[in-house]
Nanobody, 117 residues
């Protein structure tokens, strides 16, 4: 059974930083693209970033490019999302998702990120 457990969310001021983590189990993590997606109140799910296998090629949504960084540690079955220069509009529930932006699969329960002064 695929399980994805996110952590690291919280309340932060504009301009602040957070690091999200996701521990995966139930599938061969090292062979799977991994994504982060988010959902703000009243809005649909928005893909944020993905990281591939092998050399770990990554991609980002325009809204977070240059501010967020995705990484993975295959030895720990963990994918990370570093969030820098946070904006109020980054407030959302952040989900770890198995798959790439073109084929999103199972997701975790999410971790809340709230950006507020």
């Amino acid at each position: 059974e695929v399980q994805l457990v996110e952590s690291g969310g919280g309340l932060v001021q504009p301009g602040g930083s957070l690091r999200l983590s996701c521990i995966a189990s139930g599938f061969t993590f090292s062979r799977s693209f991994m994504s982060w997606a988010r959902q703000a109140p009243g809005k649909g799910l928005e893909w944020v970033s993905h990281i591939g296998t092998g050399d770990g090629t990554s991609a980002y949504a325009d809204s977070v490019l240059g501010r967020f960084t995705i990484s993975r540690d295959n030895a720990k079955n963990t994918v990370y999302l570093q969030l820098n220069s946070l904006k109020i509009e980054d407030t959302a529930m952040y989900y770890c998702v198995q798959g790439s932006r073109w084929s999103l699969g199972r997701r975790g329960q999410g971790t809340q990120v709230t950006v507020s002064s």
